[in-house]
C-alpha cells in the first residue's frame, strides 16, 4: 500500500472514530505516525512469535535476513579435558552500530564449519558452562549442539561478544538470523510500506489509534513515542 493510500484509509477511519472538528494532520505528522504504527505492529508480531501462525510468517518477511560472520580466533580459557575447542566471534552484540544497523531482534543463531552448513547453537550461561565443564553427558556436539555465551571481553573496552564451544570441530563462521528495524523503511510520503500487504490494514487500525490518542493525551502521546522509539 502507498503513502497516500494508507493516509486516505486512515483519514476515513479517524473521521469515523473522532469528532468532526478533530484537527487534522500533515504529511510529515502521518509519516511519523505510520512509522510508530509500523514499529508497534512489528514489535507486536515478534512477541506472539513469528511461528504463530502464518500470517506472522510472512508479515514482516521483508526484514528479516542473515548475517554471516567470518571474523573468528580461538580462544584457549573455555575448554575442558575432553577435547573441546572455544572459539570468540568477533562482533561487539551491544554496540549501536550492530544493534540498530543490523538486528534488533535475533530469531536463531548457528555455526557452520567446513563440512557442515548449519549446527545448532544451544544458549548456555557461564554458571552451566562451569558445572558441565567436564561432565561426559552434558556436552557440545554436532548433533545436539554447539555451545554458546556471551561474555564480557576485558581486553576489548568489555565488548560483550559470543564464545563458542564446540567438541574440538573448528568452525568457519557465526550466522544470525535476524529482524532489522522497522524504521529502517520509515513510512511517509517518499516511502511506501514495504511489509508484507497482510498487514497493512493492522498498520492503518494502528495509526488511528495513534492519531487519537495524540489528540486525547498529547503529552502521553509524545511519552508513547519516545518509549517504543527506544525498543
Known amino acids: 500500500m502507498t503513502f497516500a493510500e494508507m493516509r486516505t484509509e486512515v483519514e476515513v477511519l479517524y473521521e469515523f472514530v473522532n469528532s468532526a472538528n478533530a484537527p487534522g494532520f500533515t504529511d510529515a505528522e502521518w509519516g511519523t505516525i505510520f512509522t510508530a504504527a509500523q514499529r508497534n505492529v512489528v514489535y507486536r508480531i515478534l512477541n506472539e512469535g513469528i511461528a504463530a501462525n502464518a500470517k506472522n ?5 521483508y526484514l528479516i535476513e542473515t548475517q554471516t560472520i567470518t571474523d573468528i580466533e580461538t580462544t584457549t580459557f573455555y575448554l575442558n579435558s575432553g577435547g573441546t575447542a572455544a572459539y570468540t566471534i568477533d562482533v561487539d552484540l551491544d554496540a549501536d552500530s550492530f544493534v540498530d544497523e543490523e538486528f534488533f531482534w535475533i530469531l536463531d543463531e548457528y555455526a557452520s564449519s567446513a563440512t557442515l552448513s548449519r549446527i545448532r547453537l544451544n544458549r548456555i550461561t557461564f554458571n552451566h558452562y562451569q558445572k558441565n565443564l567436564d561432565n561426559p553427558y552434558a556436552q557440545p556436539s ?21 564464545i563458542i564451544i564446540t567438541d574440538g570441530t573448528a568452525i568457519t563462521s557465526y550466522n544470525l538470523v535476524g529482524v532489522k528495524h522497522p524504521d529502517t523503511y520509515p513510512i511517509d510520503d517518499s516511502n511506501n510500506c514495504l511489509l508484507n500487504e497482510s498487514i497493512h490494514s493492522d498498520i492503518v487500525k494502528e495509526a488511528v489509534a495513534l492519531a487519537k490518542f495524540s489528540v486525547d493525551d498529547p503529552q502521553g502521546f509524545q511519552m508513547a513515542l519516545l518509549n517504543s522509539a527506544r525498543n
Open 57 to 61: 510468517q510472512i508479515a514482516i518477511s
Open 142 to 162: 554436532t548433533i545436539e549442539g554447539f555451545w554458546i555465551l556471551s561474555v564480557q571481553d576485558a581486553t576489548n573496552d568489555n565488548t560483550n561478544r559470543p
